[in-house]
């Protein structure tokens, strides 16, 4: 039974009985309706935010796993792409080089790459921003990956059918290193800026040091005509030999020679010893290529006996800014 309500009337001095409109039953209905739906989607939102069904838990759990994954698969293709970008500096570099290619440009290696219907697909699906944006980049990797190698694969294709044409040119290329480095542990300092070991200022240095004990052999790193044996200024005992096809090597600081002047040489033949002549602050040997008579990186010359993991580690070694023996 609904309670009946009184108010003191000072006019009448009487208790009058309270007379309740319908509207007002009505607005205080409405009222008490729009509170407890506020109240029951307050909770709801606390009970969804900090408590989980144990579906919603294996479910958060199992995207967290599928984002780590992507994230690893992802990080993954970029060591495969860092992979391919060192076959494609060698292939630029060298192959390319010595058979008169045109190097590739960058811009054609990845030109061409189509995004696909699973691409759209991941777009338009109803995935979080970060997701999408972790599975689309992947994606994109991947695409432009398969394309790398496409070309990769054209470039070899077309170096085959030089080498076919050029074996005898191939036998005149420096192709090996100039001392038996096994262990890679010779090579001590790279082509380009470094520090000059008594001035300690920088300075350009144009081939690469072999340090390797007093009259360890030294090696012709292709076939050719011994050009030049002799003491020659800072360079001290020196031999140069002419290979033919516009390429000079130039092995310095030796302690003495095995070859003259006019000498046919093949690769691998012995032409001289690792000594400290002329300017040379310990045994070792200062290695250039020269072509058209201008020094040029002595580490793209290497191919003949190295493995691709070592000639990795010869790069890393050859780039290491640090100070030439002269
Ligand atoms: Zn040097």
């Known amino acids: 039974m609904a309670r009946v309500k009184y108010y003191y009337d000072t006019e009448t001095c009487k208790y009058e ?3 309740v ?3 007002d039953i009505i607005l205080n209905l409405l009222g008490f309706l729009t509170l407890s739906v506020l109240i029951a989607i307050g909770l709801t939102f606390l009970l969804g935010k900090y408590y989980k069904s144990d579906k919603e838990k ?6 967290e796993k599928l984002k780590e994954f992507y994230s690893i698969l992802s990080n993954r293709l970029d060591q495969v792409d860092g992979n391919l970008a060192s076959l494609q500096k060698r292939d630029n570099n060298v192959y390319r080089l010595i058979f008169e290619a045109s190097p590739i440009p960058t811009s054609v290696r990845v030109s061409g790459v189509k995004n696909d219907k699973a691409y759209e697909k991941i777009l338009k699906s109803g995935l979080a921003k970060d997701k999408k944006e972790l599975i689309t980049n992947t994606f994109k990797k991947v695409n432009q990956l398969k394309r790398k190698m ?5 470039s070899y294709d077309e170096i085959i059918k030089m080498v076919k044409d050029k074996s005898k040119m191939l036998a005149h290329l420096p192709a090996i290193q100039p001392i038996s480095n096994k262990q890679l542990t ?5 082509f380009g800026m470094r520090m000059h070991p008594l001035y300690k200022v920088a300075h350009f240095h144009p081939g690469i040091d072999f340090a390797a004990p007093y009259n360890t052999p030294i090696y012709a790193t292709a076939d050719g005509v011994v050009k030049r044996s002799e003491y020659m200024g800072g360079y001290g005992n020196t031999v140069d030999i002419d290979h033919g096809y516009n390429y000079v090597t130039r092995y310095a600081h030796m302690a003495s020679f095995k070859v003259k002047p006019g000498d046919k040489v093949k690769r691998g033949q012995c032409i001289g ?4 002549t002329g300017f040379s602050t310990a045994p070792h040997v200062h290695y250039e290529v020269l072509k058209n008579g201008k020094q040029i990186d002595p580490v793209y010359f ?9 000639y990795e580690k010869i790069l890393k070694l050859a780039s290491i800014k640090n100070q030439s023996l002269s």
């Open 302 to 310: 290497f191919f003949n006996d190295l493995t691709p993991e070592e």
């Open 186 to 190: 010779r090579l001590t300092s790279g």
């Open 17 to 19: 009985r309270v007379k």
């Open 58 to 63: 294996v479910l958060l759990n199992e995207n």
């Open 21 to 23: 409109k319908t509207s």
């Open 150 to 154: 496409y070309v990769q694969t054209k």
């Open 273 to 276: 010893y690792v000594g400290s």
